[in-house]
């Protein structure tokens, strides 16, 4: 850190023990998503530690969303302290699911093992490194400066890695996000502790079926297979589709450089027989597919309109429909993000470039993320336009075998938050 003398400064420094320790405890809890396990583990841990901070706290189940159920229950916190007179609210968000282990690695994924100035596990960097962060930075801040004027709050929140419906969507609908009870909101994603991330792509998810005959496999004349028409459709996305989206580009700040194009990913294939059960030893049975399905995930540009996106596949169809005797299909869609980006002189976002100059002794760079992250709800839900995602860790470790954080990239990131709460907030 550059800005030694600053008594926020020296209270953050003070805790980097506790922030490591924090770091460790909160990827000691693991939060699979899915099923969603330990939500409300997590949840009551950072709720008492704030609570007996003096910090008012609720617990808040998203009942009824997607995958919330009694065995897996969505449960979400949120913390305010309020501060010695009126001012403007800043809310730290962070989503406290990881993914899936997965493997290659070389560290326990459960244990927040230290090794090298690192704290490694599963969600070190996405997001528990970001998460614990906020928390230091707040408690600093307040230790400083015990009459600040406003409030401030930290979430922890459900499901982002599979939409966030069940947390900050769930939220926002209840007012948690509205502009007259939060002004500021920061959400520290893995973005690298001297970026500024405003935002993010749009995406379309969709599930397009090809329609066959069964019929017996020595006779497959007798049929019509689902599996060749859908053959039909993925050579017309490589002969036209890929083509088109390669020559389409944005002024959006998109990292990494491949992703300020407009991208396609199909993800996933599925047609014909089912894949059987594990032990069975049988042959599969003779059968033309009379069904074959695929999932595609399209990313598109702040320049691009989503009915647009949306007739370019359905145009594509049309076309195979035109060239090909006895093709049908269906295509269902399944999820859908309009990209959102802040203006670079938002009040949150001049307050963070400010402290990133301060503690770095660097101005920011100013990104926009490939993917969609919680920005999404509080922007088109909770109608507020001054968030931003800032935080420690690199946003390449995420999701990959032997995560990590760094420590001094955490307490560096501690600093700016905590300056960002001064700014705004004294």
């Given at each position: 850190m550059t800005e030694t003398q600053s008594p926020v400064i020296r209270e953050v420094e003070a805790r980097r023990e506790a922030l490591v320790a924090l770091c460790q405890d909160l990827i000691r809890i693991p939060t699979l998503n899915p099923p969603g396990r330990d939500?409300?583990?997590?949840?009551?841990?950072?709720?008492?530690?704030?609570?007996?901070?003096?910090?008012?706290?609720?617990?808040?189940?998203?009942?009824?969303?997607?995958?919330?159920?009694?065995?897996?229950p969505r449960w979400n916190m949120v913390a305010r302290y309020e501060g010695a007179r009126p001012g403007d609210c800043v809310h730290f968000n962070s989503h406290h699911d990881v993914v899936e282990v997965g493997h290659g690695w070389t560290v326990p994924p459960f244990d927040g093992v230290v090794k090298d100035g690192r704290v490694y596990g599963r969600g070190a960097c996405d997001m528990k490194g970001g998460l614990a962060a906020s928390v230091i930075a707040a408690e600093a801040f307040i230790a400083a400066n015990p009459d600040f004027a406003g409030a401030v709050e930290i979430s922890a929140t459900a499901d982002e890695e599979t939409g966030g419906y069940g947390g900050v969507a769930y939220l926002a609908e209840r007012g948690y996000f509205d502009p007259e009870r939060v002004q500021h909101v920061i959400i520290p994603e893995p973005l690298n502790k001297d970026r500024i991330c405003l935002g993010h792509r749009g995406v379309w998810w969709a599930e397009i079926e090809t329609h066959g005959r069964i019929a017996h496999g020595s006779m497959p004349f007798l049929g019509d297979s689902a599996i060749r028409h859908m053959g039909a459709v993925l050579e017309e996305i490589e002969a036209t589709l890929y083509p088109l989206l390669a020559s389409k580009h944005t002024a959006m700040p998109v990292v990494p450089e491949g992703a300020r194009q407009s991208t396609l990913n199909i993800n996933s294939i599925h047609g014909g027989e089912r894949e059987p059960e594990d032990g069975y030893t049988g042959l599969p049975a003779p059968c033309v597919a009379d069904r074959c399905r695929i999932v595609i995930d399209r990313r598109f540009l702040i320049e691009e309109d989503i009915d647009d996106v949306k007739a370019e596949v359905r145009s594509l169809l049309e076309k195979v429909k035109a060239d090909r005797p006895g093709f049908d299909y269906e295509v269902r869609e399944l999820f859908?993000?309009?990209?959102?980006?802040?203006?670079?002189?938002?009040?949150?976002?001049?307050?963070?470039?400010?402290?990133?100059?301060?503690?770095?002794?660097?101005?920011?760079?100013?990104?926009?993320?490939?993917?969609?992250?919680?920005?999404?709800?509080?922007?088109?839900?909770?109608?507020?336009?001054?968030?931003?995602?800032?935080?420690?860790?690199?946003?390449?470790?995420?999701?990959?075998?032997?995560?990590?954080?760094?420590?001094?990239?955490?307490?560096?990131?501690?600093?700016v938050m905590a300056l960002v709460l001064e700014e705004l907030l004294t």
């Open positions: 939500y409300l583990k997590i949840c009551e841990m950072l709720g008492g530690r704030l609570r007996g901070a003096g910090w008012q706290v609720e617990l808040i189940r998203a009942e009824g969303t997607p995958g919330d159920s009694d065995t897996w859908e993000v309009i990209p959102s980006m802040t203006d670079e002189d938002a009040p949150v976002v001049r307050s963070t470039a400010a402290a990133i100059e301060k503690v770095l002794g660097k101005r920011p760079d100013y990104v926009v993320s490939p993917g969609t992250y919680d920005q999404k709800h509080i922007d088109r839900i909770g109608r507020l336009k001054n968030c931003i995602a800032y935080g420690p860790g690199i946003l390449d470790l995420a999701h990959q075998p032997d995560e990590w954080v760094g420590i001094d990239d955490m307490v560096d990131s501690a600093g």
